[in-house]
């Protein structure tokens, strides 16, 4: 096989037909540019959300539920005899708290284990919000500021003051956007806060945070642990959840199952069970992006294929000679699979090209998104995996479609051709 | 020595319906001898031509190149076979268009790859020479005219020195002079080179130059002469 010769061959016939060549390109071209545009979006929208509900979702998370005791239970002061009992129904609840036992040591354990980045305590518990004769019911959390900030980066989504303000005074909160418009306050206003067992306390606003999700900034607010035990009137060691961060977000599911078979009395919870709706959209999304690449590509290879044939009827005569003169079939395919080659590198990277410049363009778009999310453009993610997938199917999509018109012209019988 | 033996060839076309082209025909032919083949036209001419240049397989018989049997070889053996050892002229003139004459030339050259690209050009520069298409030689094939096409079609059935040149008409799109021109080429090739040379000629003046004619009709051979008289 004599691949200069071959591909001298090749480059000639793609010179000679330019305009031909060019459409057949721009077919790969635009598969790939597609490819790069919709996968470089729909990956950012999905790290958008995933940033989005992860940056404050614990990787695993213990708290301690209110259970029913589905036990029957008798009742004793009355006579118990065979075939003959009093049983008690509809049992509510005790009034147990949704205390964690010795929740502060227990953080400090679980931050040893090695899988571990850190655990944030935490105090949550439903208020009222008290606006004037109206209440407003939300939730308050009692954090412990420093780790909040690490583990949850609740200090970046602060659009007035600083979290940190929090520990500078006594009796201070930071509140959600959404529920600081609802109460008509601003950074320095003061608001009272009902605990539903009645505690009541004045508490001063010194910041304003807001998520991008509605329903949290529309309900939330934070203050110290000690202030909201002191809303709730608890001891220093209440708290109701421990919010973990782990090393790697993967492991969630297993150092679930670890902490279950090591602790009593609480419940444990991963993010993906806590979070499956927007897995489900995730997936869906990426199924979705796959699908529409896939068929573009599809369609990029039809054409390719389509136009090949056609060369290779235009071309037949050519081939004829060629063998004639003693090239084999191999010869043959080597010449038009290299053209098939230089369509799809060189559709290829003008695509990626293509692909980038629009992605670029969009990634500067102004994104409606309303005042809530926290965002300004369209979120584009710039992978350079991305770009190397584009090329390899591009590619293999071309070699593809260009190997049955290729094998077909190797089988050209030139006496057929010759004599006319 | 005997290069071409050909044992009781056998050649059907099956469409549109089944009918026997060639009959049996079977004849040698030497090392160095100029031979013709004539006959009217439709007797299987272009058929035995075909089989003989090995791009033809679907036929009954045996055939023998230079003491190798060709008959039964695949398709890659025998294209690298006719690379080396075949010529061929083409009753019309098929060149590649988009290549200049020069590049038709050097094409199966390349192919065999037996010389540097430079020592290529050199070789074909010189058979462009031969058939006086050296001042043509950087023009593409599709501005020659047809018998300038033709001449640059004998001059890369000569780059790589084949044992056997087989030509289908290969004067029919010339001129008196560009046939006597080609008709001297031939003969040179045969009496000088001991190169083989097996042309289809129409040309009476051409068949009566070569050394033997053989006759055919209606896919026999009906009579062998020795215009020029009988050799050695
Ligand atoms: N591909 C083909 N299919 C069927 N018949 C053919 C084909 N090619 C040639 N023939 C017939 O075979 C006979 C011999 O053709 P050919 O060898 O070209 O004759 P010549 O070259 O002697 O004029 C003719 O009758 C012709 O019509
Ligand atoms: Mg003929």
Redesign the interface.
């Given at each position: 096989m004599?691949w200069k010769?071959a591909l001298n061959i090749a480059t000639?016939?793609l010179l000679?037909k330019k305009r031909q060549s060019i459409i057949a390109m721009l077919g790969v071209t635009f598969g790939i540019s597609m490819f790069i545009i919709m996968i470089s979006f729909m990956t950012g929208v999905n790290q958008f959300t995933e940033d989005m509900a992860m940056d404050n979702t614990p990787h695993v998370r213990i708290y301690k539920p209110l259970e029913i005791e589905d036990k029957k239970i008798i009742a004793l002061d009355k006579p118990q005899k065979e075939n003959d009992w009093y049983v008690v129904e509809h049992q509510r609840p005790k009034n147990e708290l949704s205390k964690i036992k010795n929740g502060l040591t227990l953080a400090m354990q679980i931050e040893r284990m090695p899988e571990v980045m850190g655990v944030a305590p935490q105090l949550s518990s439903q208020v009222f919000y008290n606006n004037g004769p109206v209440q407003i019911p939300g939730n308050i959390y009692g954090i412990d500021v420093k780790k909040q900030e690490a583990l949850f980066q609740l200090d970046k989504k602060m659009d007035e003051g600083e979290l940190d303000d929090l520990l500078k005074g006594s009796d201070v909160i930071v509140m959600g956007k959404g529920l600081a418009k609802k109460m008509n306050v601003t950074v320095g206003d003061r608001v009272s806060v009902t605990s539903p067992e009645g505690g009541n306390l004045n508490l001063k606003v010194v910041g304003i945070f807001s998520f991008g999700v509605a329903a949290m900034d529309e309900s939330r607010s934070y203050a110290t642990l000690a202030t909201v035990q002191k809303i709730l009137q608890k001891d220093p060691s209440y708290v109701t959840d421990l919010n973990i961060k782990l090393h790697d977000i993967n492991g969630a599911s297993v150092f679930k199952q670890k902490l279950e078979n090591q602790l009593d009395g609480v419940y444990v919870e991963d993010w993906e069970t806590a979070n499956q709706s927007l897995l489900a959209g995730e997936s869906i999304r990426n199924i979705m992006t796959f699908v529409v690449c896939a068929t573009l590509l599809v369609v990029a290879g039809f054409g390719i294929y389509n136009i090949m044939n056609m060369n290779i009827i235009n071309k037949m005569?050519?081939i004829?000679?060629?063998?004639?003169?003693?090239?084999?079939?191999?010869?043959v395919t080597a010449i038009f699979m290299l053209q098939s080659v230089m369509i799809g590198i060189a559709g290829g990277f003008f695509g990626l090209f293509i692909g980038f410049f629009f992605s670029y363009l969009l990634s500067i778009t102004p994104f409606p998104a309303g005042e809530f999310f926290r965002i300004d453009t369209f979120p584009v993610n710039f992978n350079p995996v991305h770009y190397i997938i584009g090329l390899f199917f591009g590619f293999l999509t071309t070699l593809f479609a260009g190997y049955f018109p290729s094998k077909r012209a190797a089988k050209v019988d030139?006496?057929r051709i010759?004599?006319? | 020595m005997k290069i071409l033996k050909a044992t009781n060839i056998v050649k059907y076309f099956t469409e549109p319906e089944k009918f026997q082209v060639l009959k049996g025909v079977s004849f040698d032919v030497e090392q160095g001898e100029f031979l013709s083949i004539i006959g009217k036209s439709g007797c299987g001419k272009s058929t035995l031509l075909y089989i003989l240049s090995t791009m033809d397989t679907d036929y009954e018989g045996t055939m023998e190149i230079n003491n190798t049997t060709v008959t039964g070889l695949n398709q890659n053996q025998l294209a690298a076979f006719r690379n080396q050892h075949l010529g061929f002229v083409f009753q019309f003139h098929y060149l590649l268009p988009e290549f200049t004459a020069l590049r038709n030339v050097m094409m199966p050259a390349l192919r065999l790859g037996k010389y540097s690209d430079k020592e290529i050009e050199h070789r074909a520069m010189e058979k462009l020479r031969l058939v006086g298409m050296d001042e043509y030689a950087t023009k593409h094939a599709s501005r020659l005219s047809g018998g300038q096409q033709q001449r640059v079609a004998i001059a890369r059935a000569l780059v790589n020195d084949p044992t056997i040149i087989m030509g289908d008409e290969p004067t029919g799109n010339l001129d008196k002079a560009n046939s006597t021109r080609v008709f001297d080429i031939f003969k040179q090739l045969a009496h000088d080179n001991k190169q083989t040379i097996i042309t289809v000629t129409h040309d009476v003046d051409f068949a009566n130059g070569s050394d033997r004619i053989i006759e055919m009709e209606d896919g026999r051979i009906i009579g062998t002469h020795y215009p020029n008289g009988k050799q050695g």
């Open positions: 004599n010769l000639t016939h000679t005569k050519d004829a000679i060629l063998k004639a003169t003693g090239f084999q079939g191999a010869d030139p006496v010759i004599r006319g | -």
